[in-house]
């Protein structure tokens, strides 16, 4: 299957392209407003792949060209632009495809990081006013740090979470992320579960923040 | 020490209760607005844990009356009780008194559990608010399933996350917390922090209703 994950020259998208290049037997494509930056970090990732042993390569244009024969479209952008990112990429996109929401909308504050909820209800929510009819929209990725997913040496041992309203698109969501060593994929039911998911990424940061020794964490529910 | 957990007849505080007599070496009272239920679970307890062999006497009594003598007051009421409980034990409390907050408002819909942030910000909140002068507030045990809680044959393995504005108040609710064995007592920051921390509470039922297998479930930060 081919997966284009927007916003994958940073932050969590790096982590993603890396992980699901290394773990997964899925063509990966990275996007971005510039296609050339793209290129270029699609030809970085693809040398630390081989450096490692790898033989994955991981393409690069710009959004809406890496979209266009995707069937799963990963939105690792900021909470800010998902909106406008689905608007510029809804021609390259067919019925049965799927949109993937990791992004969380969060402020800081002396105290540490706080949800910034969006006006719609959740960032997941902004996803789904924004898509193309007959695409549907899953929630999940939302609380990896992205600096460890990036880091091929780090363990997982972590749960993400899989919110939507359409089972099979869900699934299939749910069947990449399992393919990523040490990520388990939990069902945390509709997309109206979003906020909670999205709160948990500043609260993440908080314990991070207050605990020596404690860095990029995930969390695990048992 | 003296710990007096308000609602101790019921829920959360059935489970703090049992798991703090039989862990710790504190005295624990529970405390209700009807002194009897709360002198009647005490012997239910103090039962319970006689039978596993534990010398542990939980004793009951009315709100105030429990609180009077306590140094840390737990306040495991429903979150539409806490502003009323804090004002009807108000005199009760001294300076240098430490009330526990662990309660998180939710509400549900089809699609499942969802915080319900209250107008203060928090139920947290609510309780710092309502505080006495001299009496610092601590939140923590939001995350913890009761039922889990109750079983003492039930393994924990799990983390609870303090927060609080009060160093001293702080070190001495996660000095309690991590006596309960299996608990891992995490700085999550200041009370300002707690909607977070309060939002995960429904996420964790949610997630327990969609995955087969899962119930009471509580989290791990790794």
Redesign the interface.
């Known amino acids: 299957m081919k997966i284009a994950i927007l916003g994958g020259t940073g932050d969590i998208g790096e982590g993603l392209a890396l992980r699901l290049a290394s773990d997964t037997p899925h063509r990966i494509a990275i996007g971005s407003r510039d296609a050339e930056k793209a290129e270029n970090k699609a030809e970085e990732y693809t040398t630390e792949l081989d450096s490692r042993g790898l033989d994955a390569a991981v393409t690069g244009g710009e959004n809406a060209a890496v979209a266009a024969d995707a069937r799963v479209v990963v939105l690792a952008v900021p909470p800010y632009h998902v909106g406008d990112t689905v608007e510029a990429i809804a021609g390259s996109l067919a019925a049965g495809d799927v949109l993937v929401s990791p992004a969380t909308g969060m402020k800081r504050?002396e105290?540490?990081f706080?949800?910034h909820k969006p006006g719609a209800g959740s960032v997941t929510r902004i996803v789904a006013e924004a898509a193309p009819e007959g695409v549907a929209v899953v929630g999940a990725f939302h609380n990896l740090a992205a600096a460890r997913l990036a880091n091929l040496d780090a363990d997982l041992?972590?749960d993400t979470?899989v919110i939507g309203d359409d089972d099979d698109a869900k699934t299939t969501v749910t069947d990449i992320a399992e393919g990523i060593d040490g990520l388990r994929a939990?069902?945390?039911?509709?997309?109206?579960?979003a906020?909670?998911?999205e709160?948990?990424t500043?609260?993440?940061i908080?314990?991070a923040?207050?605990?020596d020794g404690?860095h990029d964490?995930?969390?695990?529910?048992?």
């Not at 939990?186 to 579960?193: K, Y």
């Not at 964490?217 to 048992?222: H, T």
């Open positions: 504050d105290d540490g706080h949800y041992g972590i979470l939990l069902d945390a039911g509709g997309l109206a579960n906020p909670e998911i709160s948990l500043p609260l993440l908080n314990v923040q207050n605990n404690m964490l995930g969390v695990q529910f048992k």
